[in-house]
């Protein structure tokens, strides 16, 4: 009631919440972080158009990390079929289809979800193959590592001008089908150019699943980035690690986890939006004085 | 069509705010989109025309504020210019957004408390 007066009318209050409205899904992927972090996994969000290449790329990933002796395993999301688990499945990592139906994108919770079932912390690296849609997946984060986003030559060398949130996000693009460059009227010096107008850190990587070139530095940037993301290899076996856990293991493994708002794969200090939270090992001698 | 899901979020949150604070009724909600939060600001409307329909938002317009986005050096602060590569040109320093530019943000809810 009106306190002023006493005329009985009812009281409109303004409630201040300036409240991210994926508040809900943010902390549904910080949840899933911790877990990807505790186990050593080194989870990656792959997005990208449909028929970018995302699946093929995973196929050739499986060929090309052959000699590293990861394992891998992946979710596979669409809004109908199981093909490309199956796919993922043939190539030898261990796949679990997400349905979305007519979801364009997946959410944590829906990642949350497809965890419970599948053995995704038996894995080195975790690929969640995203709904093929350039637009929708690129404001959801799910907790992992980094973003990579495939891109294929044949798409047109402006679409990251045309889809800029996608590229933001990006903490690699992978350019896909590069094979078919001679084939085309394709000018790959546009697409980075384009790139570099929507992505301020631009990191990419020219790849062909079909012949492999590229991989190798693919693999390359996996391995970086598993570095930070597992001590040293070592699983903490059974501990449940959060963030900002010391894990003091007085062997040599001494490692210290720093769980910051930012990009993994550099030291970027920006402050908006996305809250990518990332573990970062850092081994003793870091902290050595 | 994301805008869906992301109004359902926002209304389910509207509705846990008021009914928290005991409100009979919510009269205005206050949403700030910015350029590059990848929400379509009349998608986002649309969503929330059809959305609101049976909830405690149904006679509460949506009061959109856009945010336009914008590029600056997070060191000599020299603003990037639309369109541009988004290294800064005098220290070569990777830009930074401003603040805002991908805002997708719940600010207020005018609601009715008896």
Request: net charge negative.
């Amino acid at each position: 009631m009106c306190t002023t007066c006493g005329c009985g009318d009812p009281e409109l209050v303004p409630v201040e919440l300036h409240e991210k409205i994926l508040a809900g899904n943010d902390r549904a992927a910080r949840h899933n972080r911790e877990h990807f972090v505790a186990s050593g996994v080194l989870a990656l969000n792959l997005m990208g158009s449909p028929g970018s290449g995302k699946t093929a790329l995973l196929e050739a990933t499986a060929r090309a990390a052959a000699s590293k002796g990861w394992k891998l395993g992946a979710v596979s999301a669409d809004l109908a079929t199981d093909n490309d688990a199956r796919r993922l499945e043939r190539a030898g990592i261990p796949s679990k289809a997400i349905t979305t139906g007519q979801a364009c994108h997946l959410d944590a919770e829906l990642v949350h979800r497809s965890l419970h079932d599948f053995p995704w912390q038996d894995t080195d690296v975790f690929f969640i193959e995203n709904v093929g849609n350039l637009v929708c997946p690129a404001i959801y984060d799910l907790g992992q590592a980094a973003n990579v986003v495939v891109l294929s030559v044949t798409e047109g060398e402006d679409k990251p001008l045309k889809y800029p949130v996608m590229f933001k996000a990006a903490d690699l693009v992978l350019v896909t089908k590069c094979d078919l460059v001679p084939h085309l009227d394709v000018d790959l010096t546009q697409i980075h150019d384009a790139i570099a107008r929507v992505m301020p850190r631009p990191r990419t990587i020219e790849v062909s699943a079909r012949t492999g070139e590229g991989l190798e530095a693919w693999v390359a940037w996996l391995e970086e980035l598993r570095a930070r993301v597992s001590p040293r290899g070592s699983r903490s076996s059974g501990a449940h690690a959060h963030e900002h856990a010391h894990d003091h293991d007085h062997g040599h493994a001494h490692a210290h986890e720093h769980s910051h708002d930012g990009d993994p794969a550099r030291s970027r200090e920006d402050s908006h939006g996305h809250e990518r939270a990332h573990a970062h090992l850092h081994g003793d001698r870091d902290h050595d004085r | 069509m994301h805008e869906y899901s992301l109004v359902e979020a926002l209304v389910r949150r509207v509705e846990a705010e008021a009914k928290g604070r005991g409100a009979v009724a919510v009269h205005e909600i206050s949403v700030r989109v910015g350029e590059l939060s990848g929400v379509d600001p009349e998608l986002f409307r649309t969503a929330y025309e059809t959305f609101r329909a049976g909830t405690i938002c149904e006679k509460a317009p949506l009061a959109l504020a856009h945010v336009a986005a914008s590029w600056s050096c997070p060191a000599c602060r020299k603003p990037i210019a639309r369109g541009a590569v988004l290294r800064c040109t005098a220290c070569g320093e990777p830009a930074r957004l401003d603040d805002g530019g991908d805002a997708l943000m719940l600010d207020r809810i005018e609601m009715e408390v008896p």
